[in-house]
């Protein structure tokens, strides 16, 4: 008989009252390794090219999680660099009024794409909220079979997984599998076990 995917794997990562992760293929017991497929998300739906990367008192969107300026180096100007073609201090001192001009500009949605994230119109992506299941993604732009269930709403994971649906029933296991944290690394003992998977 061939072997479910998810059959007798654990969530082996859980951030307490969080998220609950599933599915790594690094984990997989039987040693299935899933391909990943496109990416499946309306970034338009989830309203990301409305939201400015700056606000008004100049922060930047906390969906971005930006924490330092480091963060902020590696995932907005780096790409935002690469995508306008400049590869030398010189090309940005010519062009720095320019790059001033285009972050203020930035919607959250053009920074996904310049790290490399693809985006489909007419999906209706919905927001992640609580009890969202979604793929996580692989690389920008393709997720694999690694699963997220969301406890909280997480704005940080709109346009960066892929929604495939939502707890309706049981929601209460959800929390009381979300309450401890496990780390594949440090306590996967304490990982619940998914005995069977199906689709309804």
Request: proline fraction near 6%; avoid cysteine; charged fraction near 20%.
């Amino acid at each position: 008989m061939k072997s479910r995917y998810y059959d007798q794997s654990s969530f082996h990562t859980v951030v307490p009252g969080r998220t609950l992760r599933a599915g790594n293929p690094a984990l997989n017991r039987f040693g299935l390794q899933p391909e990943s497929i496109r990416a499946e998300i309306d970034g338009a739906a989830l309203g990301l090219d409305t939201r400015p990367l700056f606000s008004s008192s100049a922060e930047v969107d906390p969906s971005l999680a930006i924490a330092n300026r480091e963060d902020f180096e590696r995932e907005i100007l780096a790409p935002l660099y690469l995508a306008e073609g400049i590869d030398t201090a010189q090309a940005l001192r010519n062009q720095s009024e320019k790059m001033m001009q285009r972050l203020q500009q930035m919607s959250v949605l053009d920074v996904l794409e310049n790290l490399g994230h693809r985006y489909s119109a007419a999906l209706g992506t919905q927001p992640i909220t609580q009890g969202t299941v979604a793929l996580m993604t692989t690389t920008p732009g393709e997720t694999g079979v690694e699963l997220v269930i969301s406890l909280l709403p997480s704005p940080w994971l709109d346009g960066r997984v892929t929604p495939i649906g939502n707890v309706v029933d049981g929601m209460s296991v959800i929390g009381e599998i979300g309450s401890i944290e496990v780390n594949p690394r440090r306590n996967a003992e304490l990982g619940t076990t998914i005995y069977s998977m199906r689709i309804l």
